[in-house]
């Protein structure tokens, strides 16, 4: 079936540590989005790539870092800059061309800082 | 700048009730938006959307949305809720720009259930 996996589903990591969240799809989606969700604040972005060897900030981009070397895959690194770590990490993908915006989504990793 | 508000936080329905969410966004030009519902830690699922046409259209599991250009609102509604509707809903509305695309969220209702 087609869709959008994510993994790991939980995290545990130590202050300092970098670590990497993975993200492939295989719906053939030009653009990929990786969001963070905290309670009550909803989604927010935090980098977007619409084609291979491209990706942009977001809002909220200071501690993570991105790669696009393949269209189906697009992993988030969660770097030891980032001063909240601790959340619920969204990936989701979608048409570029002709696009209504509409994004599929993944069932999320959930990162935890000891 | 281009945003969306849910004004209810939490949201308490009896089962068979009815259902309103409501949902404002502020954008230029003509809004593509959407409805998201998301159970305890899993992903996003879309409910319905709306590009143009008729500003009533229908989504999954029994939900509506209008859409009301006049008040900028694009309300989700559910004339008998059930008690697997208890979740988390999401409005968004596309922003295109510079030749990208991204949703643009709100902070999100989380809807509870009394059977």
């Known amino acids: 079936d087609g869709g959008i996996t994510q993994s790991p589903k939980y995290l545990f990591r130590k202050e300092g540590q970098n670590v990497t969240l993975s993200c492939e799809q295989n719906?053939?989606?030009?653009?990929m989005y990786w969001y963070r969700q905290d309670p009550g604040q909803g989604l927010r972005l935090i980098y977007y790539?619409?084609?291979?060897?491209?990706?942009q900030k977001g809002d909220i981009a200071e501690g993570y870092s991105v790669s696009r070397e393949k269209k189906e895959s697009f992993p988030l690194t969660v770097t030891s800059a980032q001063k909240n770590p601790t959340a619920f990490y969204l990936c989701?993908?979608?048409?570029?061309?002709?696009?209504?915006?509409?994004?599929?989504f993944g069932e999320g990793s959930r990162l935890t800082v000891l | 700048a281009q945003s969306v508000t849910q004004p209810d936080i939490h949201i308490t329905v009896s089962e068979g009730a009815s259902l309103e969410l409501r949902c404002n966004y502020s954008?230029?030009?003509?809004?593509?938006l959407f409805w998201y519902v998301q159970s305890p830690g899993q992903g996003l699922q879309l409910l319905l959307k709306?590009?143009?046409?008729?500003?009533l259209v229908q989504g999954i599991k029994g939900f509506e949305a209008e859409f009301k250009r006049s008040q900028s609102s694009f309300n989700l509604r559910k004339p008998s809720v059930h008690w697997s509707d208890a979740a988390e809903y999401f409005c968004?509305?596309?922003?295109?720009?510079?030749?990208?695309?991204?949703?643009?969220f709100g902070a999100g209702t989380r809807l509870a259930v009394h059977p």
């Open positions: 989701a993908s979608g048409h570029r061309t002709g696009s209504t915006g509409e994004l599929f």
């Open positions: 719906l053939n989606h030009d653009a």
């Open positions: 968004a509305v596309a922003l295109f720009s510079g030749g990208y695309n991204k949703l643009i």
């Open positions: 790539s619409q084609i291979v060897n491209d990706f």
């Open positions: 709306y590009f143009s046409g008729d500003t």
């Open positions: 954008y230029g030009a003509t809004p593509y």
